[in-house]
C-alpha cells in the first residue's frame, strides 16, 4: 500500500487519507465505526474469505454456463463483466426501473441454485454482521430489499469515476434516508498475476467536473496532483473505502479479476444497509 500525490513532504499530506491493513481476525465494530467517520479511508481486510470457500465459489462460477453479463458496453468501456443487477443500470431519473424487481429475484434464485453451499456472499455479510454487532440488512426502497452482492470481473481496468447514491438517485431514495456514509465493499475471489491495484484519490466530486466527464468516469485532470493511495490485494482479501472519493483501477494481466461487491450505507440510527 502506498499513498503518493504532489505532495512528498509528510507535513503536506492529510494524515486522514491513509489506509490500514488487519488479518481478518482484528475486523471489529470499531474499524468499521472509525472508517465510516472518515478517520481513514480505506481498509484492507487479509484473509477475509477462506480460501477452500473461494476456490469452489471460483470454480462454479467459472462454469462455462454461468450467467456473467456485461455492463452496458455504450457506458462502460473498457469492459467490465458482471453477475446480478446494479442500481445505476436502472436509473429512470430519480427512480428504477421496474425491470430491475424482476431481475432481481431472477438473479437472487439463480445465485442461491449455483452458490448453495459455497457463497461468499453469504459468508460476506455473515462477517461483516458478527463485527459490527447492529443492524446490517438489505437496503429498502418502497418496501422492498435490494439486491446486495454482484459479481464483478474487471479485468481491463475501470476509469476514475466516483459513486455516492445520494447523488445518483437523491436523498429521499432509501426508506432509511440518505446514508450519512458510503463504504465500497469488495472481496476477491480471484485476483491477476500482474496490475489491477485500486487507486483512491483525496478528491470529490464537485460541479464543475462534469466538463471532465470521460464515458462513465472521469479525464484525469479531475485527480492531477492529488494524494493516492494504491493498494494491491491477495486473492480473499476484502477491501472497504469510502467510494465518494474519486477511485479507478488499474488494467491487468495474467489472471482473473473476479470479486463479490455491494455498497454499505450507514444510516441516521447506526444500521448498515446494503445494496449493489
Ligand atoms: O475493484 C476495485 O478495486 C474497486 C471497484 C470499484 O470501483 C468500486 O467498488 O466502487
Request: with cysteine; net charge negative; charged share 25%.
Amino acid at each position: 500500500m502506498t499513498a503518493a500525490g504532489a505532495w512528498t513532504h509528510p507535513d503536506q499530506l492529510d494524515p486522514l487519507f491513509t489506509a490500514r491493513s488487519i488479518p481478518v481476525g482484528e475486523l471489529s465494530r470499531s474499524h468499521l465505526a472509525e472508517l465510516t467517520a472518515g478517520g481513514f479511508t480505506a481498509l484492507r481486510v487479509a484473509d477475509f474469505l477462506p480460501a477452500e470457500l473461494r476456490r469452489e465459489a471460483m470454480a462454479r462460477v467459472s462454469e462455462p454456463d454461468f450467467p456473467m453479463d456485461v455492463y452496458d458496453k455504450a457506458r462502460v468501456d473498457p469492459p467490465i463483466a458482471r453477475f446480478g443487477p446494479v442500481l445505476n443500470e436502472y436509473k429512470d431519473g430519480a427512480c428504477l426501473r421496474a425491470e430491475y424487481w424482476r431481475d432481481m429475484a431472477l438473479a437472487r434464485e439463480l445465485w442461491r441454485t449455483r452458490m448453495a453451499g459455497a457463497d461468499p456472499l453469504a459468508f460476506s455479510i455473515d462477517r461483516l454482521s458478527a463485527a459490527w454487532q447492529g443492524g446490517l440488512g438489505p437496503a429498502r426502497v418502497s418496501g422492498r430489499n435490494l439486491f446486495a452482492g454482484a459479481l464483478r470481473e474487471i479485468n481491463d481496468g475501470a476509469l476514475i469515476h466516483f459513486d455516492d447514491v445520494r447523488r445518483e438517485y437523491g436523498p429521499d431514495f432509501f426508506d432509511d434516508g440518505a446514508p450519512v456514509a458510503q463504504l465500497a465493499f469488495n472481496a476477491w475471489m480471484s485476483v491477476p498475476a500482474e496490475g489491477g491495484s485500486t487507486r483512491i484519490y483525496r478528491r470529490r466530486w464537485n460541479p464543475p467536473d462534469t466538463g471532465a466527464r470521460n464515458g462513465y468516469g472521469y479525464h484525469r485532470s479531475v485527480i492531477d496532483g492529488e494524494q493516492e493511495i494504491v493498494l494491491s490485494v491477495e486473492a480473499g482479501d476484502a477491501l472497504l473505502f469510502d467510494p465518494r472519493y474519486f477511485h479507478a483501477v488499474d488494467p491487468s494481466a495474467r489472471g482473473r479479476r473476479v470479486a463479490i461487491t455491494f455498497f454499505l450505507g450507514l444510516t441516521s440510527t447506526g444500521k448498515l444497509v446494503l445494496w449493489s
